[in-house]
C-alpha cells in the first residue's frame, strides 16, 4: 500500500506541476478531474513518470500527463533532441520531419517544426503524410543530422509516437538514445520548451518522392513489363497510398487495384479493430475482395507503411496468409539466387536478420556463401550494422515482425519497397508454374522445413511491468532443462556481457537453444505493455518430420500460454 501511496503522491506533485505552467483550458480541466477522481489509477498511469525511449523510439497513449503523447511529452523530447544536437553539432543543423494518418500527427509534426525553427534548427517538413521509410531517405538525401517522423506504427487508434533518426538513416540507438534521455530530464518542466519562432520551417514538396521512387524502381530484378499478375492492395487508411502504387508500378506492374473502403487517411481506421497487417482481423476486408477479384496477390500495409502483410489464394480459392519470416525468406533467397543468375552478387555481399529471425535465412546464406549476420530485435539495429559495414555490400535482411528491406539507400524497414519486390516474387513464381506459397516449399524442400510461432501476452500498467520483470528474472533464476521435449544446449541471456563482434550492446532478451536448434526466446515488448515469446523449430521437409515438429510447436506454446495468459 506503501508503494502505491508514494506513486500517488509523486503523481499528484507531477500533475500540479502542470497545472501552475500550461494555458489550455481543456487541458487544464482534463489534469483537475484525474486530480479530483476518487479513483487514482489514471492519475498514476497519466503522470507516475516520464514516456521513455524504447526500440521503436517514443510511443504511448494519446492523452494528457507525462506518461502520456501529447504536444506537451512531445515537446519536451523535441527540446531536449534541439539541445541535444547542439551541443554534438557545430555549426548549421538541419532535420526532416514527417507525419502519419493517426490523431494529431499533423499538428505533432507542425509542433515539432516549431520548436526545432525556435532554436535556430532549419526543419524541412513534408506537407502531407508520408510513409516512414521517406525520412530515413530524406535525412541522408537532404544531409540532415536527424529526422523525426510522427507515428505509432501498427498500434491501435489510441495511440501515437516520435521516431527518431540520425544522420546515417537509421533509427537512434546507443548513446545517442540515452543522452537524448538525458537532456529532456534536465528540463525542469514544460515552461523550457521554446516555440515561438517558425521562420526557419522549410515544407518538402513531391522531388524526394520522385528521386526515392527513383531509387526503388532500379531494385527490381526481373522484367515484369508483360506481366499477368493482378494485385490488390490496401494501406488500411494509412500513408501507403501515397507510394506504394507508384513504387510497384515502377517494377513494371499495371495492373493494380486499391481496397476502396480502406483506401483514404483515417485517424479512427474505422474499417479494422487495429491496423496491424501481422493479425488477421487487419487483412479481413482485403481478403474478402482477394476472393471476389480472384486477384493473385493481396498487399496490406501497417499506417505508416513499414510492415507489410501479404495473402494470395491456393488452387480452392482459400487464402493463404504469408508470415514475416516466410517473406523475409523468399525476399532472400530471390535476391541471392537473380544476382548470382545476372551476375551482380558481389563477393563481400551480406544480409542482416534479427535474433528472433528464421534461421532458415541462415542456411540460404550459407548455401550461396553470402554472409549473414544476426543483429538484437529492431531495424534500428540492422541500420546500424549497415553503417558501420560500410566496406561490405549489404543486399537484404529482415525481421519477423513483417518489416524488410532491399538495397541500403534507406536504412529502416520498408514496405514500399518490399511490396514492389515481393509482386516481382510472385510474378517470377507465376512464370515458373509457381506462387509464392509453392516458392516457398522449393526452399524447404532444399533448406529443410522451418515453422516459427510468436505469442504476446500483455499485462498494462505499473502491475504489469512488475509481472514482466518477474517472468524475466524466473527464467534467468530457474531457465527451463527442457524446450520442444528436448534437452537444451545453450541458454543465452543477452543482459549480460557478450563477444560477439555484431551484437555489442545489452537487450533485456533471453534465449535457449537445443541441439536441434530448436529456439525459444523471451523479449519484454520496448513499445508496448507485452512480453514476447518466440518459437522456432525445423526438420527436413517430409511430412511425418513436419507432423511431428508441429505437434511439439503447439504443446509448448499450450505450455506457456496456460502458465502466463
Known amino acids: 500500500m506503501s508503494e502505491k501511496n508514494d506513486l500517488i503522491l509523486l503523481s499528484t506533485e507531477r500533475a500540479n506541476s502542470w497545472l501552475n505552467i500550461i494555458d489550455n483550458y481543456d487541458d487544464i480541466i482534463k489534469i483537475k478531474e484525474l486530480l479530483d477522481s476518487k479513483d487514482k489509477t489514471n492519475l498514476i498511469e497519466s503522470f507516475h513518470k516520464n514516456l521513455e525511449f524504447g526500440t521503436g523510439g517514443m510511443r504511448g497513449e494519446i492523452g494528457i500527463g507525462s506518461n502520456k503523447i501529447n504536444k506537451y511529452t512531445i515537446g519536451l523530447a523535441t527540446q531536449g533532441l534541439a539541445n541535444y544536437l547542439k551541443k554534438k553539432i557545430k555549426g548549421n543543423i538541419k532535420v526532416c520531419i514527417a507525419y502519419d494518418t493517426r490523431l494529431f500527427s499533423k499538428e505533432f509534426a507542425y509542433e515539432v517544426a516549431t520548436i526545432f525553427s525556435s532554436n535556430n534548427i532549419k526543419p524541412f517538413l513534408f506537407s502531407d503524410i508520408r510513409p516512414t521509410p521517406l525520412v530515413s531517405y530524406a535525412v541522408r538525401k537532404l544531409n540532415c543530422q536527424c529526422g523525426i517522423m510522427i507515428t505509432a506504427s501498427h498500434n491501435p487508434k489510441e495511440y501515437n509516437g516520435y521516431k527518431v533518426y540520425w544522420s546515417d538513416g537509421g533509427q537512434i540507438v546507443n548513446p545517442h538514445d540515452i543522452n537524448i534521455i538525458n537532456e529532456v530530464n534536465k528540463l525542469d518542466d514544460i515552461s523550457d520548451i521554446k ?33 499477368k499478375l ?16 507508384k513504387a510497384i508500378k515502377s517494377f513494371g506492374f499495371n495492373n493494380v487495384s486499391i481496397i476502396k473502403s480502406q483506401e483514404n487517411p483515417d485517424p479512427n481506421f474505422s474499417t479494422v479493430k487495429s491496423p496491424n497487417p501481422e493479425e488477421y482481423y487487419a487483412l479481413e476486408e482485403g481478403i474478402k475482395e482477394l476472393k471476389r477479384k480472384n486477384s493473385n496477390i493481396l498487399l496490406a500495409t501497417d499506417p505508416d507503411t513499414d510492415r507489410v502483410g501479404v495473402v494470395e489464394l491456393d488452387n480452392n480459392g482459400n487464402e493463404i496468409i504469408l508470415n514475416g519470416n516466410h517473406l523475409a525468406s523468399l525476399i ?27 534461421p532458415l535465412i541462415d542456411r540460404i546464406c550459407k548455401k550461396y556463401s553470402v554472409s549473414c549476420y544476426s543483429t538484437l530485435t529492431g531495424f534500428k539495429n540492422i541500420a546500424k550494422l549497415i553503417e558501420d559495414k560500410k566496406n561490405e555490400q549489404f543486399i537484404a535482411g529482415g525481421e519477423e515482425s513483417y518489416g524488410y528491406l532491399v538495397g541500403d539507400f534507406v536504412r529502416d524497414k520498408d514496405a514500399v519497397i518490399s511490396s514492389s519486390m515481393i509482386c516481382e516474387i510472385s510474378n517470377f513464381a507465376h ?3 509457381m506462387n509464392l506459397s509453392t516458392y516457398l516449399e522449393k526452399i524447404y524442400d532444399t533448406f529443410g522445413y522451418f515453422k516459427e510461432e510468436l505469442i504476446s501476452i500483455t499485462y498494462r500498467g505499473v502491475e504489469g511491468k512488475k509481472k514482466i520483470d518477474n517472468i524475466m528474472n524466473d ?5 527451463p532443462k527442457n524446450i520442444f521435449s528436448k534437452k537444451i544446449k545453450s541458454f543465452i541471456n543477452y543482459n549480460e556481457s557478450n ?31 507485452k ?14 518430420n513436419v507432423k511431428n515438429i508441429n505437434y511439439l510447436l503447439d504443446n509448448e506454446i499450450d505450455k506457456i500460454k496456460k502458465k502466463y495468459e
Open 195 to 227: 516555440r515561438k519562432d517558425k521562420s526557419l520551417i522549410k515544407l518538402i514538396d513531391e522531388t524526394i518522392d520522385k528521386s526515392y521512387i527513383h531509387e526503388v524502381s532500379k531494385l527490381s530484378l526481373f522484367s515484369n513489363e508483360n506481366s
Open 230 to 245: 493482378k494485385i490488390l492492395y490496401t494501406p488500411i487508411h494509412g500513408t501507403g497510398i501515397k507510394m506504394v502504387p
Open 332 to 358: 532472400v533467397h530471390y535476391v541471392i539466387t537473380q544476382k548470382i543468375k545476372d551476375k551482380s552478387l558481389q563477393r563481400n555481399s551480406y544480409v542482416a536478420k534479427t535474433i528472433v529471425t528464421t
Open 431 to 433: 512464370t515458373k508454374g
Open 475 to 479: 527464467y534467468i533464476l530457474n531457465p
Open 499 to 529: 563477444n560477439s563482434n555484431i551484437i555489442k550492446s545489452k537487450s533485456n532478451v533471453l534465449q535457449f537453444i537445443t541441439k536441434e536448434n530448436y529456439i525459444l526466446t523471451l523479449r519484454p515488448s520496448g513499445t508496448e505493455p
Open 531 to 544: 512480453i514476447k515469446f518466440y518459437f522456432s523449430v525445423n526438420c527436413r521437409n517430409e511430412s511425418n
